[in-house]
């Protein structure tokens, strides 16, 4: 099983692109997540899904979408790229949301992000 | 708001010495709270959870109410151990909370 894939691994775009980030996982997991790491600020997470067709905004959303039409993807898009979203994202699974007995979260590789 | 803090950006330490990764958090009702751990060109991945109370290479991290503290503690680092850790907790019912981390460095 190859997990949680994240693609591409690393992106350059120009200020006012637009961009899909994706995330598929193997594992059946119902919940996904969408985190970004900055230097400093640690993981913060942009939005997250409890399933396909269920998801919602997560401390910081804005200039980001997201959409969950089947269990396996969950990609993020970034509608007009500016140089603060410059940040390795991160996509993680599990099988149910974190609460309730401590699913760990299972992450992909991450996308290095560049916007100039 | 649930907040977890690492004071710590960077601890360095010498191999064989005992570590301790600081981790708060505020949280009213019974928390859940989580270390992950990021080694050099690795995935994120969880080290230790505090409702299973076990021992993962050689880290242990106990709950303290009083404290809201859930620090992370290895008696004696080894170089292996160089990475960064984050300390989690569960946010409402779907999300985790992720603290900035702190790099532990151990030298030979």
């Known amino acids: 099983n190859a997990g949680v894939t994240q693609t591409p691994k690393f992106q350059v775009l120009k200020t006012g692109q637009s961009m899909t980030l994706q995330c598929a996982q193997d594992?059946?997991?119902?919940?996904m997540s969408w985190y970004r790491q900055d230097p400093g600020m640690g993981l913060r997470l942009i939005h997250y899904?409890?399933?396909?067709?269920?998801?919602d905004q997560g401390e910081v959303p804005n200039g980001y979408n997201v959409s969950r039409s089947t269990t396996e993807d969950f990609p993020l898009r970034l509608l007009s790229a500016a140089p603060s979203q410059t940040s390795v994202y991160f996509c993680?699974?599990?099988?149910?949301?974190?609460?309730?007995?401590?699913?760990?979260?299972?992450f992909g590789d991450g996308t290095r992000l560049s916007i100039l | 708001a649930q907040r977890v803090t690492q004071p710590e950006k960077l601890l360095s330490v010498f191999k064989g010495a005992p570590v301790e990764l600081k981790c708060n958090y505020s949280?009213?009702?019974?928390?859940?709270l989580f270390w992950y751990v990021q080694y050099s060109r690795q995935r994120l991945q969880l080290l230790l959870r505090?409702?299973s109370r076990e021992s993962i290479k050689g880290f242990t991290a106990d709950l303290n109410k009083g404290e809201t503290s859930f620090h992370l503690k290895k008696p004696f680092a080894q170089e292996e151990d160089s990475a960064m850790y984050y300390c989690?907790?569960?946010?409402?019912?779907?999300?985790?909370?992720f603290g900035k981390g702190t790099m532990l460095l151990v030298s030979p």
């Open positions: 949280y009213s009702g019974s928390p859940e």
């Open positions: 594992m059946n997991h119902e919940y």
């Open positions: 899904s409890v399933g396909a067709g269920i998801t």
């Open positions: 989690a907790s569960v946010r409402g019912y779907s999300t985790l909370t």
């Open positions: 505090h409702i």
């Open positions: 993680a699974s599990s099988y149910s949301p974190p609460t309730g007995g401590g699913q760990p979260q299972h």
